[in-house]
């Protein structure tokens, strides 16, 4: 990616960030025992769930909030489900799953068959990547900690093959990260206008705002080449054991205005290369979450294809 095109795609989503900003109802209070710093959103959060329920993080040192939306069999039934783990975007929270309209949409595609009837997590990680960093190990908190509470909290499938990570953007860019270090966690990752650049982000480039902030926040200020390139998904898919890794779909918007299907093609190449097998289309769409919807079915018929059932 040209340094023009990153500063076109840093600046386009500095105008959406601002516009969510003005356009986005107040955030609610984080829950009783929740610190602002965990939950992480800062002033343009999107509102808490009213399923929200917290576990104590040891990898954080911090409740940390998430939901677990259960399936609509799961008081009626004995059995152990799958489970998706779900990662939301930059300026989100756990409550996304429900507030962008997927949760319905999900459970229509349960009830059609083309999704898997499973427990779907989604969890707190702020403006963090998901990755384990000076601000806090958000990697450890998702493959260790929530991973672990789940598993005692509800009937789950407790096994690699029957957990799916699924990631938005930012999420997508975490889901990928955690695919390829800690591919024993997960059985198949899928992800949607995955958070992939080609070259650092820098203001040179036209990175400005809150997702400069975030980006420093993780990599240092100036982002570190070194700290940058250790956690990113375009690195470690060079170096991931091929046997090992989870099954993998991704996919992104052809007029994606970040410029993102670029990473994601590059994503694409360098797995075909390694032989790693991967389902991966460009489709028609921007970045948001109505292009998510429109390939919704696609990524969930692939985790239910993959994902074990008992």
């Given at each position: 990616m040209k340094t023009f095109e990153i500063r076109a795609a840093l600046a386009a989503l500095l105008i959406a960030a601002t516009a969510s900003a003005q356009s986005a109802p107040p955030p609610a209070t984080p829950p009783q025992g929740q610190p602002q710093g965990a939950q992480g959103m800062g002033p343009r959060a999107m509102p808490a769930s009213e399923k929200a329920k917290t576990f104590d993080s040891k990898s954080l040192g911090a409740p940390v909030t998430y939901v677990a939306y259960l399936p609509?069999?799961?008081?009626?039934?004995?059995?152990?489900y799958p489970?998706?783990?779900?990662?939301?975007?930059?300026?989100?929270?756990?409550?996304?799953?429900?507030?962008?309209?997927?949760?319905?949409?999900?459970?229509?595609?349960?009830?059609s068959g083309v999704a898997p009837n499973a427990i779907v997590v989604t969890v707190d990680g702020g403006n963090n990547l998901f990755v384990n960093s000076g601000k806090g190990k958000y990697q450890?908190?998702?493959?260790?900690?929530?991973?672990?509470?789940?598993?005692?909290?509800?009937?789950?499938?407790a096994k690699r093959e029957g957990r799916a990570l699924l990631g938005?953007?930012?999420?997508?860019?975490?889901?990928?990260?955690?695919?390829?270090?800690?591919?024993?966690?997960?059985?198949?990752?899928?992800t949607h206008s995955a958070m992939l650049l080609t070259e650092i982000p820098t203001i040179e480039a036209g990175?400005?705002?809150g997702q400069m902030r975030a980006f420093t926040g993780v990599f240092g200020e100036p982002v570190d080449?070194?700290?940058?390139?250790?956690?990113?998904?375009?690195?470690?898919?060079?170096?991931?054991?091929?046997?090992?890794?989870p099954a993998l779909y991704f996919d992104c918007?052809?007029?994606?205005?970040?410029?993102?299907?670029k990473g994601n093609e590059a994503l694409h190449t360098i797995l075909d290369?390694?032989?790693?097998?991967?389902?991966?289309?460009?489709?028609?769409g921007d970045h948001g979450y109505e292009f998510v919807k429109s390939v919704f079915p696609k990524s969930l018929a692939f985790l239910k294809a993959k994902l074990a059932t008992k």
């Amino acid at each position: 990616m040209k340094t023009f095109e990153i500063r076109a795609a840093l600046a386009a989503l500095l105008i959406a960030a601002t516009a969510s900003a003005q356009s986005a109802p107040p955030p609610a209070t984080p829950p009783q025992g929740q610190p602002q710093g965990a939950q992480g959103m800062g002033p343009r959060a999107m509102p808490a769930s009213e399923k929200a329920k917290t576990f104590d993080s040891k990898s954080l040192g911090a409740p940390v909030t998430y939901v677990a939306y259960l399936p609509a069999d799961y008081e009626t039934s004995k059995a152990s489900y799958p489970v998706i783990y779900a990662l939301h975007g930059m300026f989100e929270n756990s409550a996304f799953w429900e507030r962008r309209g997927l949760a319905p949409q999900y459970d229509e595609l349960v009830k059609s068959g083309v999704a898997p009837n499973a427990i779907v997590v989604t969890v707190d990680g702020g403006n963090n990547l998901f990755v384990n960093s000076g601000k806090g190990k958000y990697q450890d908190m998702v493959t260790k900690d929530l991973v672990e509470h789940i598993d005692k909290t509800y009937r789950t499938i407790a096994k690699r093959e029957g957990r799916a990570l699924l990631g938005v953007s930012m999420g997508g860019y975490g889901a990928l990260n955690i695919a390829f270090s800690r591919p024993e966690v997960f059985g198949v990752v899928a992800t949607h206008s995955a958070m992939l650049l080609t070259e650092i982000p820098t203001i040179e480039a036209g990175a400005r705002g809150g997702q400069m902030r975030a980006f420093t926040g993780v990599f240092g200020e100036p982002v570190d080449p070194a700290v940058w390139k250790a956690d990113d998904p375009l690195e470690l898919a060079k170096t991931v054991d091929p046997k090992k890794a989870p099954a993998l779909y991704f996919d992104c918007g052809g007029q994606d205005r970040y410029g993102l299907f670029k990473g994601n093609e590059a994503l694409h190449t360098i797995l075909d290369g390694r032989k790693i097998a991967n389902d991966f289309s460009i489709s028609p769409g921007d970045h948001g979450y109505e292009f998510v919807k429109s390939v919704f079915p696609k990524s969930l018929a692939f985790l239910k294809a993959k994902l074990a059932t008992k």
